[in-house]
């Protein structure tokens, strides 16, 4: 994981109003969400990984399933999580397509490190929705 330092962490707005924003812009709500938190995510590659900028936010009025909610965004962050390909096989053959197309395997890294270049690619991400919601 890596945060990125930004002026969204601690804006406050509705959460409707930053759907309007953002979904536009590639993002969708993290499957991760309850009815208090959550994050907006967008997918930097899933080149054999998977990169992430996060957008983290939390309910400060209503909850997030109900209209009207207003939320306070966290500093957002990038995550990497490396899966294993099609190449690395485990011990039990459970077939091809069921292991080309597992979605709920464990990651072989869950915080996977982060080159330079996502973290440029973040960072750019990161100011492009600034200039959008704070401006």
């Known amino acids: 994981m890596k945060v990125i330092e930004s002026e969204l962490n601690g804006q406050v707005l509705p959460l409707i109003e930053l759907e309007n924003i953002l979904k536009p812009m590639g993002y969708a709500i993290g499957g991760n969400w309850d009815y208090?938190?959550?994050s907006f995510d967008y997918k930097i590659?899933?080149?054999?990984?998977?990169?992430?900028?996060?957008?983290p936010f939390e309910a400060v009025e209503g909850e997030l399933d109900r209209d009207g909610c207003v939320v306070?965004?966290?500093?957002?962050?990038l995550l990497h999580h490396k899966y294993r390909t099609d190449n690395e096989q485990t011990d039990v053959d459970i077939g091809s397509l069921s292991a080309s197309v597992n979605q709920f395997q464990t990651p072989l890294e869950k915080d996977a490190e982060m080159s330079d270049e996502f973290v440029d690619i973040g960072k750019d991400?990161?100011?492009?929705?600034?200039?959008?919601v704070l401006h």
């Open 36 to 38: 208090d938190h959550g």
């Open 45 to 55: 590659d899933d080149e054999g990984s998977y990169v992430f900028l996060r957008l």
């Open 72 to 77: 306070r965004l966290g500093e957002p962050f």
């Open 125 to 132: 991400y990161v100011q492009k929705v600034e200039q959008a």
